[in-house]
């Protein structure tokens, strides 16, 4: 198990650009989640997939924002025209829910620190 | 509007005493709550949870009680480690809505002097 790994741990980027970030979940865990937490907050839900399928996205998440999960492995999450405001961490997790399994308990990875300047 | 609150933004206690986090929650669609450390620049890490049914749930040094009718549950760390200081969430599930999505309070820092 090697559990939530995410990249790159920080991006540093200009306001405007694009920046794409990559979550990698525990390998037999069927849910991804996306948060973000920003100073003297806690995580925010953004999106979360079952399997492949993207079943929520949080008002959080504004058109700029777009997430995939090809295959039901890894994930991406892409920011467009990129705003100071963007600037946070961005974590990852993922849960299981296999047979007997509630899959309330989520395992998070690093996160991602975005810089926008 | 906050639904799940931590109004400890801070904690110290001594070595070897006992710790008590505090949580409190307004809505009452969450069935299952769940508490988490956080090291800086580190993920949070699942420390333990309860769901509404129980009062109590006790995992070695950990202990979450519940108390539904006020709408409170605290975290409990006996005996308390100078490794235990880390920031603390409280995070909560709410049945109604999604059923995957945690509700986070904004986080308790608890340091731990030897």
């Known amino acids: 198990d090697t559990g939530v790994s995410q990249d790159p741990r920080h991006k540093i980027t200009k306001r405007g650009q694009n920046v794409t970030f990559r979550c990698d979940p525990i390998?037999?865990?069927?849910?991804l989640y996306w948060y973000r937490q920003t100073l003297g907050q806690g995580p925010e839900f953004l999106t979360y997939?079952?399997?492949?399928?993207?079943?929520?996205k949080s008002r959080l998440l504004s058109d700029r924002f777009s997430a995939e999960r090809p295959k039901g492995s890894f994930s991406t999450l892409e920011i467009q025209r990129t705003e100071q405001g963007d600037s946070a961490m961005y974590l990852c997790?993922?849960?299981?829910?296999?047979?007997?399994?509630?899959?309330?308990?989520?395992?998070f990875g690093p996160g991602t620190r975005l810089t926008v300047t | 509007d906050q639904q799940v609150k931590q109004n400890s933004p801070s904690l110290s206690v001594q070595e070897g005493r006992i710790s008590i986090l505090n949580c409190d929650y307004t809505?009452?669609?969450?069935?299952?709550f769940l508490w988490y450390k956080k090291y800086p620049a580190e993920g949070p890490t699942f420390l333990i949870s309860?769901?509404?049914?129980?009062d109590k749930n006790e995992d070695g040094r950990f202990t979450v009680f519940l108390n539904k009718s006020a709408k409170h549950l605290s975290l409990h760390i006996v005996p308390s480690q100078p490794g235990d200081s880390a920031v603390y969430f409280c995070?909560?599930?709410?049945?109604?809505?999604?059923?995957?999505?945690?509700?986070f309070g904004k986080g308790t820092l608890l340091t731990v002097n030897p």
């Open positions: 390998s037999e865990h069927n849910r």
């Open positions: 995070a909560a599930r709410d049945s109604g809505g999604s059923n995957y999505k945690l509700t």
């Open positions: 997939f079952q399997n492949e399928a993207q079943l929520e």
């Open positions: 809505n009452s669609m969450f069935d299952y």
């Open positions: 997790a993922s849960s299981n829910s296999g047979t007997g399994r509630l899959g309330y308990e989520q395992y």
């Open positions: 309860i769901s509404s049914i129980k």
